[in-house]
Structure formats: C-alpha cells, structure tokens
Nanobody, 120 residues
Framework: QVQLVESGGGLVQPGGSLRLSCAAS????????MGWFRQPPGKDREFVAV??????FYADSVKGRFTISRDVAKNTVYLQMNNLKPEETAAYYC???????????????WGQGTQVTVSS
C-alpha cells in the first residue's frame, strides 16, 4: 500500500505563493506517475499537474504559474504555486498512478489533502 502525506497548505493572499509537499512511502516517487489535484468546497476534484519519468503536464488554468517537481532522494513531490487566485481555494491532494493520467479516476493512491485558502 502506497502512503502519501501532503503538507504546506495555509492562508495566502491573492498573488501570493505556496509550495506544497507530498511525502511518499517506499520508492513511490521514482516508480509511479505522480499527480496533483484540487477540490474546491462543494465541487468535484480537478486535475492540476502531473509528473512522470519523462514529462510534466499542467491544467491550462495553472500553466506558467505552477511547477511540479520531485526529489527522488527524499521520496517527495512538490507543487510550487505562484500568483494564486481566490478561485484556487481548495483542498489539494497528491496521488500516484501506474500510467500518465489527468483523470482522477485512474489514480490508485491518494493522500488526505492539505487546505489552501486564497483570500479575497
């Protein structure tokens, strides 16, 4: 069983930045495709970013502002978020998949989430 634990969320003003971390068990980061998703209150979970062994891909809404990366030695995935917007207030989740996917239904393992609140 893959274990994922997110951290780094908090309160930030519009235009501010946060870096989220996802600590993974075992060798998950080097073995699986890793994704970030977010779920605003009362809405469905949506794709944010994905990182595989060979490429990265971002939702159109975050391109140029967010960066996904990993530190294999620390078995940790990061999401650097810049110029945050109020509508990006959500619970942010990291997830692991056997393949390169943007569909949350195709991810096998999930963390518990970390809350990001962007004030207006």
């Amino acid at each position: 069983q893959v274990q994922l634990v997110e951290s780094g969320g908090g309160l930030v003003q519009p235009g501010g930045s946060l870096r989220l971390s996802c600590a993974a068990s075992g060798r998950t980061v080097s073995t699986y495709t890793m994704g970030w998703f977010r779920q605003p209150p009362g809405k469905d979970r949506e794709f944010v970013a994905v990182l595989s062994r060979t490429t990265t891909f971002y939702a159109d809404s975050v391109k140029g502002r967010f960066t996904i990366s990993r530190d294999v030695a620390k078995n940790t995935v990061y999401l650097q978020m810049n110029n945050l917007k109020p509508e990006e207030t959500a619970a942010y989740y990291c997830a692991a998949s056997r393949g390169f996917n943007t569909d949350s239904k195709l991810y096998d393992y999930w963390g518990q989430g970390t809350q990001v609140t962007v004030s207006s």
